[in-house]
Structures are given as C-alpha cells and as structure tokens.
Nanobody, 117 residues
Framework: QVRFVESGGGLVQPGGSLRLSCAVSEATFTIGLMGWHRQAPGKERELVARITRGFTVEYGDSARGRFTISRDDAKKTIDLQMNTLKPEDTAVYFC???????????WGQGIQVSVSS
C-alpha cells in the first residue's frame, strides 16, 4: 500500500505563494513519473506539473511560468512551489507517482488550495 502525506495547502490572497509537499512511503517499486494534478469546482481534473526520473519537467498551461516542481528521490518527496497565485488556482491538488515498470499510477488524498481576498 502506497501512502502519501500532502502538506502546505491553505488560504492565501491573490498574488501570494504556497509550497506544497508530498511525502511518499511504503512504495516498494521503482518510482517513475511524479507530479501534481488539480481539480477545481465544476472542472475536470487537470495536469499541474510532472517530473521524470531524469528531472525533465512538464507544466500545464495555467502553471507554466508561475509554478516550479521538484523531486527528491532519496527522500521520496515532491514539492510544488506556487507563486503569483490567482483565484482560478483554487482547487484540490492531488499528488501522484507512477510505477516505473508497470505504469500504474498512485494518488494522494488531495489537499485544498484556496486563493481569495
């Protein structure tokens, strides 16, 4: 059973910053892709950012230029630095990891990010 501890969410004003962290444990397989998706009210889940074992990064259109993803494979953690936050960034953010060999994805429970005045 893969376990996730997601932290760093909360409420910020527009223009503010948050740093999300996801700690993965009990993953006995080799982790491939890691990243974050989000789901806003009334919208489909979308990619925020993902990062490969070789540290190649891909961002969703809404995150590019404002968010930065990083990974630490020794600690099995994924961080998402979010700057210049906008109200439309309000969503539940889900951490995920992939099994490198099987391609199966595992998901955290989600953490709330709210951006408002």
């Amino acid at each position: 059973q893969v376990r996730f501890v997601e932290s760093g969410g909360g409420l910020v004003q527009p223009g503010g910053s948050l740093r999300l962290s996801c700690a993965v444990s009990e993953a006995t397989f080799t982790i491939g892709l890691m990243g974050w998706h989000r789901q806003a009210p009334g919208k489909e889940r979308e990619l925020v950012a993902r990062i490969t074992r070789g540290f190649t990064v891909e961002y969703g259109d809404s995150a590019r230029g404002r968010f930065t993803i990083s990974r630490d494979d020794a600690k099995k953690t994924i961080d998402l630095q979010m700057n210049t936050l906008k109200p439309e960034d309000t969503a539940v953010y889900f951490c995920f990891v992939d099994n490198y060999y099987s391609g199966r994805s595992y998901w955290g429970q989600g953490i709330q990010v709210s951006v408002s005045s």
